[in-house]
């Protein structure tokens, strides 16, 4: 019978041409409106890294001003110092740790008929690849002895790789940055977490880094830090030194934890850090260390910011204005079919029987709207990155799950529309109808 319904559904969509080109659009159109922004609120509240998030933590501690006017307020930064990122590292009370932070050098070609240019650099530790899972072409990342050392390494992204290498194996081979040789150890390929959940605080939609350093390296030759730096005190003295037993921070810390004991027992090695620490008059505040993990991290950053929950509510409302148009004209549609209706209730059709012919049809309808839907939300995606250009690079890609959640959504929304008006048509009296036939 379904097959059959299909048919009836088909030849007469088939019959009102017109006006079932008008309700595909009315739909199409809602649907793109509202997939242009879910697509993007998915994209931006993703779980980068589903199988791990919940054992990956992001350090805080509350090493700020005490002066604010309202100490209910009180939050602790999003970054740690120096001092105490160290501190924490020397420590090594977790499975992994990981303090990095974002930098810019300048890579010298090997052919010197190329000019220098700037690559988005990424100070850290060895931890980092295994811990952020990070996938690799060549080789790997570099060992902890590397760190202690301050050994000249560096791993490089697949499209650096390619543009300095053509792609080849440059495992072994060296690339000159600030002045400094570094010699490979390993080539990424393409990774692009999405949110970049390890540095929200620089930017949780920029692409991930294109060369990556260990850290020990950055500070024992001072290079230069181009993420977000913020300091509540002045320093006590000039100087990089200075800088490094400041108040200020910049470097972002995380800890992988692989239970809730292990978690326990981290926050109970930090709370004992930071009463240390008052002890030698550093964290004026009340004492508010906190473990976040990954999806923590990114509801408490608002990574998906208020403004595009709010363009999605608005966007559905419209989905639902289109919705009220096609029950009008789904409405119109069934009853200019009375005739119809009323010789197939004469000859035993039964209600239930019209109201799946009705529903399957309206699911046609809604299907039709989905595909072209999708193609709709297409050009809207494609819009926003022209408007934006390309700081929403990152954003506007539609994947498999949001195609068929765009035709599903056309298909339910279809659905629902059709019920008033499926509920009249069976309401249809064969005995007036037939009078006139």
């Given at each position: 019978?379904?097959?059959?319904?299909?048919?009836l559904?088909?030849?007469?969509?088939?019959?009102?041409?017109?006006?079932?080109?008008?309700?595909?659009?009315a739909?199409?159109?809602?649907?793109?409106?509202?997939?242009?922004?879910?697509?993007?609120?998915?994209?931006?509240?993703?779980?980068?890294?589903?199988h791990?998030?919940?054992q990956?933590?992001?350090v805080?501690?509350d090493?700020?001003d005490?002066?604010q006017?309202?100490?209910?307020?009180?939050?602790?930064?999003?970054?740690?110092?120096?001092?105490?990122?160290?501190?924490?590292?020397?420590?090594?009370?977790?499975?992994?740790?990981?303090?990095?932070?974002?930098?810019?050098?300048?890579?010298?070609?090997?052919?010197?008929?190329?000019?220098?240019?700037?690559?988005?650099?990424r100070n850290?530790?060895?931890?980092?690849?295994?811990?952020?899972?990070?996938?690799?072409?060549?080789?790997?990342?570099?060992?902890?002895a590397?760190?202690?050392?301050?050994?000249q390494?560096v791993?490089?992204?697949?499209a650096?790789?390619?543009q300095?290498?053509?792609?080849?194996?440059?495992?072994?081979?060296?690339?000159r940055?600030?002045?400094?040789?570094?010699?490979?150890?390993?080539?990424?390929?393409?990774?692009?977490?999405?949110?970049?959940?390890?540095?929200v605080?620089?930017?949780?939609?920029?692409?991930?880094e294109?060369?990556f350093?260990?850290?020990t390296?950055a500070?024992?030759?001072?290079?230069?830090?181009?993420?977000?730096?913020?300091?509540?005190?002045?320093?006590?003295?000039?100087?990089?030194?200075?800088?490094?037993?400041?108040?200020?921070?910049?470097i972002?810390?995380?800890?992988?934890?692989?239970n809730?004991?292990?978690?326990?027992?981290?926050?109970?090695?930090?709370?004992?850090?930071?009463?240390?620490?008052?002890?030698?008059?550093?964290?004026p505040?009340?004492?508010?260390?906190?473990?976040?993990?990954?999806?923590?991290?990114?509801?408490r950053?608002?990574?998906?910011?208020?403004?595009?929950?709010?363009?999605m509510?608005?966007?559905?409302?419209?989905?639902?204005?289109?919705?009220?148009?096609?029950?009008?004209?789904?409405?119109?549609?069934?009853?200019r079919?009375?005739?119809?209706?009323?010789?197939?209730?004469?000859?035993?059709?039964?209600?239930?029987d019209?109201?799946?012919?009705?529903?399957?049809?309206?699911?046609?309808i809604?299907?039709?709207?989905?595909?072209?839907?999708?193609g709709?939300?297409?050009?809207?995606?494609?819009?926003?990155?022209?408007?934006?250009g390309?700081?929403?690079?990152?954003?506007?890609?539609?994947?498999?799950?949001?195609?068929?959640?765009?035709?599903?959504?056309?298909?339910?929304?279809?659905l629902?529309?059709?019920?008033y008006?499926?509920?009249?048509?069976?309401?249809?009296?064969?005995a007036?109808?037939?009078?006139?036939?």
């Amino acid at each position: 019978m379904f097959r059959y319904y299909l048919k009836l559904g088909w030849l007469s969509i088939r019959r009102n041409p017109l006006l079932s080109a008008l309700m595909v659009a009315a739909i199409a159109v809602g649907i793109g409106a509202s997939m242009t922004t879910i697509t993007v609120n998915y994209t931006m509240s993703n779980n980068p890294i589903p199988h791990k998030s919940e054992q990956l933590f992001a350090v805080q501690l509350d090493n700020w001003d005490p002066n604010q006017d309202d100490p209910s307020s009180f939050e602790p930064p999003d970054q740690v110092t120096y001092t105490d990122a160290m501190a924490l590292m020397r420590a090594k009370k977790a499975f992994r740790q990981v303090a990095s932070n974002r930098s810019g050098l300048v890579l010298e070609p090997e052919n010197p008929d190329e000019r220098p240019f700037s690559v988005d650099t990424r100070n850290t530790w060895a931890d980092f690849f295994p811990m952020f899972e990070a996938p690799f072409l060549y080789g790997s990342g570099w060992d902890e002895a590397a760190d202690e050392n301050m050994d000249q390494v560096v791993v490089l992204s697949q499209a650096i790789n390619e543009q300095v290498f053509g792609g080849e194996n440059s495992v072994g081979r060296s690339v000159r940055l600030n002045g400094m040789d570094f010699r490979v150890v390993g080539v990424l390929k393409e990774w692009l977490p999405m949110p970049k959940f390890y540095d929200v605080t620089n930017g949780p939609f920029d692409p991930t880094e294109e060369v990556f350093i260990p850290f020990t390296v950055a500070i024992e030759h001072e290079l230069p830090r181009n993420g977000n730096t913020n300091c509540w005190k002045p320093t006590d003295g000039d100087g990089f030194e200075a800088f490094k037993a400041s108040e200020c921070v910049w470097i972002q810390f995380w800890a992988e934890l692989r239970n809730e004991d292990e978690k326990r027992e981290y926050m109970e090695f930090l709370n004992a850090y930071v009463e240390q620490q008052k002890e030698l008059g550093r964290f004026p505040r009340p004492m508010n260390n906190r473990l976040d993990d990954v999806m923590e991290w990114m509801e408490r950053q608002e990574v998906v910011e208020e403004d595009a929950q709010v363009m999605m509510g608005l966007s559905l409302l419209f989905l639902l204005v289109c919705l009220l148009n096609t029950i009008g004209l789904l409405l119109a549609k069934f009853m200019r079919k009375s005739g119809d209706i009323s010789v197939r209730r004469a000859l035993g059709a039964r209600k239930s029987d019209l109201f799946r012919q009705h529903m399957i049809e309206a699911g046609l309808i809604g299907l039709g709207g989905g595909v072209l839907g999708v193609g709709l939300t297409l050009l809207g995606l494609k819009g926003i990155q022209s408007l934006f250009g390309d700081i929403v690079d990152n954003l506007v890609g539609m994947d498999w799950v949001m195609v068929l959640t765009a035709i599903g959504l056309a298909i339910v929304s279809a659905l629902l529309a059709a019920l008033y008006p499926t509920w009249q048509a069976c309401r249809i009296m064969p005995a007036s109808q037939l009078k006139t036939q």
